[in-house]
C-alpha cells in the first residue's frame, strides 16, 4: 500500500513540474512577444517622428513659397497700376493696409527726404497713428541714425528673437516694432527715402526672401519717382516751350500786322504818287503832241525825233505807273474780281486774234494744245485776258524767230491748268523764285537786253492769287520756260 | 398666389399661408465677392453684386465675411452704402466659401431673401471672459424674437482667448441639448490674434452672434475632418477645462518637443497655434469610434497645452495628421451624409463652415475643398459659409446621435430643403 501511495505521489509532483515548467515557458513567450511588438510600436513611433519632422519641414518650405508668388504676384498687380501713372502720389495712395497685409506685414512706413532741405518727411504710413509718426519723423531727422537707413547698399533686417547690434536696437525703438525690415530707396544711384515694413507679431519671421520683395517695391518706387521727375521736367519743358511758341507767334503776328501796315502804306504810297505823276505826265504827253503837230510852229525834223522819243518815254512811264496803280489797287482789295462763268475757247480765240500780229512779225507759231473736254471756268474775263496777254507777251519777247509758243490746258481735280510753254532763252534756275517779285530782272545778259518794267508777272501772280488759283514757273536757261497757272471749274 | 406681408417677429396665420401659397417659391441668396485692394471699394463692390443678384426681392439679411487685410470699418461703410436696409452679420475670415468659389483676401456678401425661413438675430460683448454666460443670453434673445418651428442655430463667436465648448454649452442650455448648432469661431490667420465680428454695421469684437432659423423647412447635416492617429496612442493624465497639464504623466509639451523634435522655446517661438492647426490632439471619445480634434493655442508657463475648447472625456489621445487626400474625401463624406439627413429632399441652399487648418492644408487653394463638396450636392445649390476657428458640428458616427462638439480640423456642411 506504501508503495502505491508514494508512486502516486510522484506522479502528482511530476505532474506539478511539468505544469509549472510549462507555465513558465508560455509566460517566456508572452514576454518576448510583447517585447517585439513593443519594440515595433516604438520603430513605427520613431518613423511617425521622421514623418512629422518631414512635414514640418515641407509646409515650412511651401508656405516661403506660397508668401513669395503672393508677393510677386501683389507686387506685380502694383507694378501694372503704377505703370499707367506719372503721379507719385497715385502710387503712394496704392501702397494701403490690404497691400501691406498681402505682403505678409502688419506694419509698414515710406519716408523720404527733401531734396532742398533734406528733412526726412513720412509719404505713407500703415499700422501707426499719427501721433506715434511725429515721433518716429522727428527721432530720424535728429540724429545720424537716417545715415544707416539711407545706406545705399543695403537692407537692414531685425527678427524680435535674433541678437541685436546697438543701431537696430535704437532702430527697434523708434519704429516701435520687433522685426522689421528696411531697404533704401534710390533714385539717379542717391537714397532718397526709404521703405519700412513690419510685423508685431513674433511668430512671423522676415527672412531674406521678405527683403528682396521690398527690394522690388523699392525699385519700383524709385522708377516711379524718376518718371515723375521726367514727366515734371518734360512738362515744365513743354510749358516753356509753348510760352516761348505763344510769344514768337505773339511778335511773329505784330510784326506781319506792321509788315502790312507797311504794305497797305507802301500801296497807298505808290497809288498816291502814282496819281501825282500821272497828271504831270498827261500835261508832258499832251504838250509833246501838240508840238509835233505843229500846232505851235513847223517842226524841224530833228525835233520831230526828239518829240517822238518823249511820247514814246511818256507812253512807257504811263505803262509802268498804271501797272503800279493796278498792283497797288489789288494788294489794297480796292480791285474786286467780277468773277463769271467764262468760255475758254472763246477767251483764248480774242487773246490770239490780239497777239496773232506780234507772233507772225517773229514767225513764230503758236499752238493751242487741250487735253480737257471742260471748256468753262469762272474767272473775271478782263483780269483773265491781262494774265494771258502778259504771259503770252513775255514769250514772245523772250522766244527768238521762228520759234515755238504752246498753250497746254487740262483739268486737274477742281482747277483748270494753264501752261504757257516757248522755246525761247529760258532762264536760270536761281531766279525762278524771284521772277515773281516786283521789278525783279534777272541779271542774265540776254535777259537784260529784253526791255520791261519788272512788274508784269507780279501784277499776274496777284490776279492769280485773286482767284484762288497758283502760278509757277519751270525753266532751264537756253531750254525755254513753262509759265503755269490754276483757274477754278465751276 | 396669396401675398401676406407679414411682420417676422410675431406669429399670425397668415405665415402659414403665404408658407403654402409660396410652395414653389425658394430662399434666394445672392453672392457678391471683391479683392478690390481699397477697403471701402471692395465693401460697396461686393455689396452691389450680391444685392443685384436678388432682382426685385427684399433682401432680408446680409452675412458678411471680410479679410483681415482690409480696413474692417470702412469695408464695412463700404457695404452699408448699398445695403443699407437689412439687418446684417458677420465675421473677419481668411477665406469665404460660396458656390460662386472661395475667395480669399476677399469682402464676400450673401444677401439673402427668405421665402418660408424666418429668422431672429442677436448679439452680446464679452465671450472672452464668459463665454458661457454670454452665449445663454445671446441664444434667449434670439429664441425670445423668433416664430415656432425652431429649426437651427447658427454661431458667429470671437475666437481670440474664448473657449468654444462654453459658448455651445451656453446656446444648449436655452435651445436644447440636441438643438442642432452650427457655425464657428472666428480666425483670420495663423498668428491666433483679435478677430472682428459685425452686427448691423457696426464692428466689434468679444462678440457671440446668434441667428435662429425657424419655419417649415428640412435641415441635413453632415460633418468630417480626415485627419488621422500618428504614431502611438497616448494617456490623458492632467486635464482641467481647456487646459491639457498632463500627457503620459510628462508635460503635455512633451508630446509635441518629441514628435516634432523642437523644444519648448522653439515651439514658443514658431507659434504653437500654427503648428498645432497641421497636428492637432485628437481625443477617442468613451464608447464612440471617432476622434474629436483640438489644437492647441498656447503653451503654459508649466508646458500645460491650453486648447481654445474643453478637453472631453476621452480613453486615448493621439497626435493626429493631416493629408489632402483624406481631408478632400472628408469633404466628399461630409457632404454626403447632409444630403443623406436631408431625407433625399432637393436642397434649396446650404452653409458650409471649415476649419482654418484644412485651408492650410490645401495649400491655400481653397478651391478643391469646395469643388468635392459640390460634386457630391451639384453645381447649382448656392453655398454661404467661411473658413473658421473651429466649427460647431455633430460627431459623425455610426449611430448618428445628433450631438454637437465645438470641433476643430472639421468641415460641416449644412443643406436646407423648403
Same mark, same amino acid.
Given at each position: ?47 511617425a517622428?521622421?514623418i ?52 505678409g ?71 516701435k ?35 528682396e ?50 504794305n ?11 496819281h501825282?505823276?500821272? $497828271?504831270?505826265?498827261?500835261? /508832258? &504827253?499832251g504838250?509833246? *503832241?501838240? %508840238?509835233m503837230?505843229?500846232? +505851235?510852229g513847223?517842226? =524841224?525834223? #530833228? ?10 518815254h ?13 498792283i ?35 514767225n ?7 487735253? $480737257?473736254?471742260?471748256?468753262? /471756268? &469762272?474767272?473775271?474775263? *478782263?483780269? %483773265?485776258?491781262?494774265?494771258? +496777254?502778259?504771259?503770252? =507777251?513775255? #514769250? ?8 515755238k ?11 483748270i ?18 521772277v ?35 502760278i509757277?514757273?519751270? *525753266?532751264? %536757261? ?9 483757274i477754278?471749274?465751276? | ?6 411682420d ?11 408658407n ?5 417659391m ?10 478690390n485692394?481699397d477697403?471701402?471699394s471692395?465693401g460697396?463692390?461686393?455689396a452691389r453684386l ?10 432680408d ?15 464695412l ?17 481668411i ?33 472672452r ?13 434670439a ?6 418651428q ?26 436644447g ?32 452672434i ?46 509635441y ?21 497641421s ?18 493655442v ?20 493621439n ?21 443623406e439627413?436631408l ?31 459640390k ?44
Amino acid at each position: 500500500m506504501e508503495i502505491y501511495t508514494i508512486i502516486f505521489l510522484l506522479i502528482c509532483l511530476l505532474i506539478t513540474l511539468f505544469s509549472s515548467l510549462s507555465e513558465r515557458n508560455k509566460r517566456i513567450s508572452a514576454e518576448e512577444k510583447n517585447k517585439g511588438l513593443k519594440d515595433l510600436i516604438r520603430q513605427l513611433d520613431d518613423q511617425a517622428k521622421i514623418i512629422i519632422k518631414t512635414d514640418l519641414a515641407l509646409n515650412k518650405v511651401q508656405e516661403e513659397l506660397d508668401k513669395k508668388i503672393t508677393g510677386l504676384y501683389t507686387l506685380h498687380e502694383l507694378g501694372k497700376k503704377v505703370s499707367s501713372t506719372f503721379n507719385i502720389e497715385d502710387l503712394f495712395s496704392l501702397i494701403n493696409k490690404p497691400l501691406v497685409s498681402k505682403l505678409g506685414f502688419s506694419k509698414a512706413l515710406i519716408m523720404l527726404k527733401n531734396e532742398k532741405t533734406g528733412v526726412v518727411s513720412t509719404k505713407i504710413h500703415v499700422g501707426y497713428a499719427e501721433s506715434d509718426i511725429k515721433k518716429i519723423e522727428k527721432n530720424i531727422n535728429k540724429g545720424g541714425i537716417a545715415a544707416a537707413l539711407f545706406k545705399k547698399s543695403g537692407f537692414i533686417l531685425v527678427n524680435s528673437d535674433a541678437k541685436k547690434v546697438q543701431h537696430e536696437d535704437v532702430l527697434a525703438d523708434i519704429f516701435k516694432t520687433e522685426s522689421f525690415l528696411t531697404v533704401p530707396i534710390t533714385v539717379k544711384d542717391e537714397a532718397v527715402g526709404f521703405i519700412l515694413m513690419g510685423n508685431i507679431s513674433s511668430y512671423t519671421k522676415l527672412t531674406e526672401g521678405d527683403a528682396e520683395l521690398l527690394s522690388i517695391l523699392a525699385s519700383q518706387i524709385s522708377t516711379a519717382i524718376e518718371n515723375s521727375q521726367l514727366y515734371a521736367e518734360l512738362f515744365s519743358s513743354h510749358q516753356d516751350l509753348e510760352r516761348r511758341v505763344k510769344e514768337r507767334t505773339q511778335e511773329l503776328a505784330k510784326l506781319n500786322e506792321e509788315l502790312k501796315k507797311l504794305n497797305r502804306a507802301k500801296s497807298t504810297f505808290v497809288s498816291a504818287v502814282s496819281h501825282e505823276l500821272r $497828271t504831270p505826265l498827261t500835261s /508832258i &504827253k499832251g504838250y509833246a *503832241s501838240i %508840238l509835233m503837230a505843229g500846232k +505851235l510852229g513847223d517842226v =524841224s525834223a #530833228a525835233q520831230k525825233e526828239r518829240l517822238e522819243k518823249i511820247d514814246t518815254h511818256s507812253n512807257s512811264l504811263t505803262r509802268l505807273i498804271n501797272n503800279l496803280l493796278d498792283i497797288a489797287r489789288i494788294e489794297s482789295g480796292r480791285v474786286q474780281m467780277i468773277i463769271k462763268e467764262i468760255s475758254i475757247k472763246e477767251m483764248l480765240d480774242s487773246i490770239v486774234d490780239i497777239i496773232t500780229p506780234q507772233i507772225k512779225e517773229k514767225n513764230i507759231s503758236l499752238k493751242i494744245d487741250t487735253k $480737257t473736254k471742260v471748256d468753262k /471756268i &469762272k474767272a473775271d474775263p *478782263s483780269q %483773265l485776258e491781262r494774265v494771258f +496777254l502778259n504771259l503770252l =507777251s513775255n #514769250a514772245i519777247k523772250f522766244t527768238p524767230e521762228k520759234g515755238k509758243i504752246v498753250i497746254h490746258i487740262e483739268q486737274k481735280n477742281d482747277f483748270i491748268e494753264f501752261i504757257i510753254e516757248d522755246s525761247g532763252m529760258g532762264m536760270p534756275k536761281q531766279d525762278l523764285e524771284k521772277v515773281f517779285e516786283e521789278f525783279f530782272r534777272s541779271d542774265n545778259a540776254q535777259h537784260q537786253g529784253v526791255k520791261g518794267t519788272g512788274l508784269g508777272l507780279s501784277l499776274v501772280k496777284k490776279i492769280i492769287e485773286a482767284h484762288k488759283g497758283k502760278i509757277w514757273v519751270e *525753266s532751264d %536757261l537756253g531750254k525755254g520756260a513753262r509759265f503755269a497757272f490754276t483757274i477754278p471749274r465751276p | 398666389m396669396i401675398y401676406v406681408k407679414h411682420d417676422r417677429k410675431t406669429l399670425t396665420h397668415c405665415m402659414l399661408l403665404c408658407n403654402i401659397a409660396n410652395k414653389a417659391m425658394a430662399t434666394k441668396i445672392g453672392i457678391g465677392y471683391s479683392q478690390n485692394l481699397d477697403s471701402f471699394s471692395a465693401g460697396k463692390e461686393a455689396a452691389r453684386l450680391a444685392t443685384y443678384q436678388l432682382g426685385r426681392l427684399k433682401t432680408d439679411l446680409i452675412i458678411a465675411f471680410i479679410s483681415p487685410i482690409f480696413e474692417q470699418d470702412i469695408a464695412l461703410k463700404g457695404i452699408r452704402s448699398i445695403a443699407n436696409e437689412a439687418p446684417m452679420i458677420g465675421s473677419s475670415s481668411i477665406a469665404s466659401i460660396t458656390s460662386k468659389g472661395s475667395f480669399k483676401d476677399s469682402v464676400t456678401i450673401c444677401a439673402i431673401s427668405f421665402d418660408s425661413i424666418n429668422f431672429s438675430i442677436a448679439f452680446q460683448e464679452g465671450v472672452r471672459n464668459n463665454p458661457r454666460s454670454v452665449s445663454t443670453s445671446v441664444a434667449r434673445k434670439a429664441l425670445s424674437n423668433s416664430t415656432i418651428q425652431r429649426q437651427l442655430y447658427m454661431m458667429l463667436s470671437d475666437s481670440f482667448g474664448v473657449n468654444s465648448s462654453d459658448v455651445l454649452i451656453g446656446a444648449h442650455e436655452i435651445l436644447g441639448t440636441r438643438f442642432p448648432v452650427i457655425g464657428g469661431a472666428s480666425a483670420h490667420n495663423f498668428q491666433y490674434k483679435k478677430t472682428c465680428q459685425y452686427f448691423n454695421y457696426h464692428l466689434y469684437e468679444d462678440l457671440v452672434i446668434g441667428l435662429l432659423l425657424s419655419g417649415n423647412f428640412t435641415t441635413g447635416i453632415g460633418s468630417a475632418h480626415g485627419w488621422q492617429r500618428i504614431g502611438r496612442s497616448h494617456d490623458l493624465t492632467k486635464a482641467k477645462l481647456n487646459i491639457i497639464k498632463e500627457i503620459d504623466r510628462r508635460p503635455a509639451i512633451a508630446l509635441y518637443e518629441d514628435y516634432l523634435g523642437k523644444d519648448i522655446n522653439e515651439l514658443k517661438n514658431e507659434g504653437i497655434a500654427k503648428i498645432g492647426a497641421s497636428f492637432p490632439l485628437g481625443m477617442k471619445l468613451r464608447e464612440k469610434e471617432a476622434y474629436l480634434l483640438r489644437s492647441p493655442v498656447d503653451i503654459t508657463e508649466d508646458g500645460g497645452l491650453v486648447l481654445n475648447a474643453n478637453v472631453p472625456e476621452c480613453e486615448e489621445i493621439n497626435l493626429m495628421i493631416g493629408d489632402r487626400d483624406s481631408a478632400l474625401n472628408a469633404a466628399k463624406k461630409a457632404a454626403r451624409e447632409a444630403l443623406e439627413n436631408l431625407k433625399n429632399l432637393t436642397p434649396s441652399f446650404g452653409m458650409v463652415y471649415s476649419d482654418i487648418s484644412r485651408f492650410q492644408l490645401f495649400r491655400k487653394d481653397p478651391q478643391i475643398e469646395l469643388n468635392a463638396i459640390k460634386d457630391i450636392i451639384g453645381e447649382n445649390v448656392p453655398l454661404i459659409g467661411c473658413y473658421t476657428c473651429g466649427v460647431y458640428a455633430p460627431i459623425s458616427v455610426a449611430e448618428y446621435t445628433q450631438q454637437f462638439y465645438f470641433q476643430n480640423q472639421t468641415l460641416s456642411v449644412t443643406l436646407f430643403s423648403e
